[in-house]
């Protein structure tokens, strides 16, 4: 009976000292730093946004400059891009949709080609990033306090493994909640985001970050990307997006802004 009960000592005490080895938080302690971490995060959805809509223009003379236009970009291709217009339309979900029209109609179908290949890669940087932005802007970044995940304290800074539908995703933060690191695996897609933060009276709001994008059997992509922000009834929202895509540096101005909130 002595040697039994010592037996179960010592398998309690090997598991005590397991258990504080083990850097996973669990039950009440790791949803309330979820639960923190969440508030820390400027939320459109909690300032009331529902959907909004704005015209996005672009600084074509400095892009064309920087990809070394031929002759036929310079006097075709150009004139007719400054005539074209983008627009922006956002949900609540932070799904968005872009769509251009242009005041003049190209002079050639080589030119038209041409003008369809470049405002399709404009629509693209313009997707991707609202896609990014919408993450960390519409609502916090992070999964819901009763969602299932895993919460690791590794010293200095907190390590979070969830899924986002068929997405892995796995988020570093420090003990202030700042997301330093992102990283989603999904079928068809790798990514890796370090964001960077302005923090205002109502929580932490994306002024910047950079990334590494990986589709398929592509090669990875690297972006890096700033935001300056205006108040727009109340809400911050993008005035002047710097994204720099393999050198070249693309000025996106957003104006014009229709908001719906609830």
Not at 99 to 127: C, N, Y
């Amino acid at each position: 009976m002595r040697k039994r009960r010592r037996r179960v000592t010592l398998l309690l005490l090997c598991w005590a000292g397991l258990s504080a080895a083990l850097p996973l938080a669990y039950g009440a302690d790791r949803k309330e730093i979820v639960r923190s971490a969440r508030q820390s995060y400027y939320s459109l959805k909690d300032e009331g946004l529902t959907e909004f809509r704005c015209q996005v223009s672009l600084d074509w003379e400095s892009t064309f400059k920087a990809l070394k236009a031929d002759a036929v970009g310079r006097d075709q291709v150009l004139p007719v891009l400054k005539k074209t217009h983008f627009e922006l339309l956002v949900g609540q979900s932070g799904a968005s949709t872009v769509s251009h029209q242009s005041e003049v109609a190209p002079p050639t179908e080589e030119v038209a080609e041409r003008i369809r290949k470049v405002t399709g890669g404009i629509e693209q940087v313009l997707t991707g990033f609202m896609h990014t932005w919408s993450m960390f802007m519409m609502e916090p970044p992070l999964p819901a306090v009763d969602s299932e995940y895993q919460l690791e304290d590794l010293g200095e800074k907190y390590r979070l493994t969830y899924k986002e539908g068929p997405a892995n995703v796995v988020t570093s933060m420090t003990h202030d909640f700042a997301i330093e690191e992102m990283t989603v695996t999904a079928p068809e897609l790798e990514g890796t985001v370090r964001p960077h933060f302005a923090r205002n009276k109502n929580g932490f709001v994306l002024v910047g970050y950079e990334a590494t994008y990986k589709a398929g059997s592509s090669g990875p992509q690297q972006l890096s990307v700033k935001v300056e922000y205006k108040k727009f009834e109340g809400l911050n929202l993008p005035s002047t997006v710097t994204a720099t895509v393999n050198p070249v540096e693309i000025v996106l101005t957003f104006t014009d802004y229709q908001v719906k909130k609830r």
